[in-house]
């Protein structure tokens, strides 16, 4: 029997806020533990918390973003557990009247556009931190405690690991273009669950769902969601049942390992949060906020793709990141020639950021740099080759490309006297391809053609290289 899976994320994305979420101590990440806390997010007897009008802003914007319904009303519950580090002993949530709902993400899944549902995205406070010291005891640090949480939460839509990897993705670009969120993994200010159920190939109804919590990585996703499929298909195979839990990955043994019994709302015992007041918004306010969201992510790509001629895949790198797609926009702009701008970027200025760890935040060649820099290769100043050592330079010093390339001396060389000159020598050093070639090996030239350009260091004009070098060896034959 074939089988396949059905998945639902749900993602848990710190807010780009300076305070948290119902008092004013800072977000800042990496601070001494203990050190961002008050009576507020600490819970303590006799405090009200106040709502950060920036978190509500910000979830409204991502709410707008996904097609989501804005609610007009909404307000905030207490959700009750007990966790080592949460200190109220209940979290401030979302429960039946959250702040956006039914709305949907578009992903590219082989060329075509697929909507994944959104079920809803609530606004909701972290919990704290568990620290395992090196003497076996354990602490918690508070400090994230109140930072504003956005949890989104999909429909079952997604049906394999790739295409939940496409999602994440997709979601955290839409994230990072809007400005809400750093979206850093590494530091947990986006933190991934996947919803796995695994049924017979052709529909019925999904099952009992497996829970995969707090995943570090979107790679650790994929991995996670792999080995749940097999698990579970494994145990049904075998006339078994899956059972309904909350399961932990574990990227060291590559396997999901059962956490706790999954909760179900009622579990939790929501209530009303009685010291925050309902969020009310107009429909001006909201049409404001609309106003103010930018061109988004696969928006973007389409366009690339229409208007640019640029193919899904450069595109799609291109957009990945908003810096990314600002700095090619902007040279593709001042220079007409999409795809040529495009291979530069996406090649070799892409190349020397990775090598160097250079962000867009530092980067010295700007637009206006780079595109002085193909016009020089346009009017033969240099040679496409010669590029390559321009805008390294470029990317070292910052200077503009025409100051390198006089006082490197990387003018190209169209002389006709001295590229003969050049040539002749090459000939005389390769007397086997020449003989070669003379005898109807046509690739011989090619390396003919690379001698040369090695002799002069790369600055030949290798238009006319081409045409001095196949008369040298047509008429050298007779």
């Known amino acids: ?23 004013g101590c800072s977000t800042a990440f990496g601070a001494a533990p203990n050190t961002h806390v008050c009576p507020v997010c600490l819970g303590l007897p006799g405090v009200l918390p106040v709502l950060n009008r920036k978190a509500v802003e910000h979830a409204v914007r991502v709410g707008l973003a996904l097609g989501c319904e804005i609610s007009a009303f909404s307000k905030f519950d207490r959700k009750n557990y007990f966790y080592p580090d949460m200190p109220k002993n209940y979290q401030i949530s979302q429960y039946d009247k959250p702040l956006t709902s039914t709305g949907r993400l578009p992903i590219l899944v082989d060329g075509a556009i697929r909507e994944i549902r959104i079920r809803r995205a609530h606004l909701e406070e972290d919990a704290g931190k568990l620290l395992h010291l090196d003497d076996g005891t354990t602490g918690v640090d508070f400090n994230r405690a109140g930072v504003p949480l956005l949890e989104i939460v999909s429909e079952p839509d997604l049906h394999s690991a790739d295409e939940a990897v496409e999602y994440l993705l997709r979601l955290k670009t839409l994230l990072e273009y809007l400005g809400v969120s750093d979206c850093n993994m590494e530091e947990g200010s986006m933190r991934c669950e996947a919803n796995v159920d695994v049924r017979p190939t052709g529909g019925g109804p999904i099952g009992d769902i497996v829970e995969i919590k707090n995943v570090a990585s979107i790679t650790g ?17 075998m006339g078994g049942t899956v059972k309904r839990e909350t399961r932990r990955w574990n990227p060291d043994s590559a396997r999901t390992t059962v956490m706790r019994t999954k909760e179900l709302a009622h579990d939790y015992r929501y209530f009303p949060e009685p010291d925050l007041v309902p969020v009310v918004l107009d429909r001006e306010t909201i049409e404001r906020m609309r106003e103010t969201l930018p061109e988004l992510p696969l928006a973007r790509q389409l ?29 593709a702009r001042l220079y007409g020639q999409p795809k040529v701008v495009c291979n530069w970027v996406m090649g070799e200025l892409f190349r020397l950021m990775k090598e160097r760890r250079v962000g867009f ?26 590029g390559k050592t321009v805008i390294e330079a470029m990317f070292a010093t910052g200077l503009p490309p025409d100051r390198i390339v006089v006082d490197r001396g990387l003018m190209q060389i169209s002389d006709t006297a001295e590229l003969e000159k050049t040539i002749t020598a090459v000939l005389e050093a390769n007397s086997k391809p020449v003989a070669d070639y003379r005898g109807g090996n046509e690739k011989t030239f090619g390396f003919l053609v690379g001698q040369v350009m090695r002799a002069t260091k790369g600055k030949a004009n290798p238009k006319l290289v081409n045409e001095l070098l196949r008369k040298a060896l047509d008429t050298g034959g007779e």
Do not use: W
């Open 1 to 23: 029997m074939d089988y396949e899976v059905v998945i639902g994320m749900e993602v848990h994305v710190e807010l780009k806020t300076e305070s948290k979420a119902f008092c």
């Open 303 to 331: 366009r690339y793709m229409n208007e640019h001629g640029l193919s899904e895949y450069d595109s799609g790198v291109l957009t990945a990141q908003q810096a990314a797609a600002d700095f090619y926009e902007s040279c």
């Open 361 to 386: 935040d530092t980067l010295q060649v700007t637009p206006t740099a780079l595109v002085d820099m193909l016009k020089l290769i346009d009017n033969g100043t240099i040679s496409g080759t010669i």
């Open 221 to 237: 996703v994929k991995r996670a969601i792999e080995f749940e499929f097999e698990r579970q298909r494994d145990l049904l195979e």
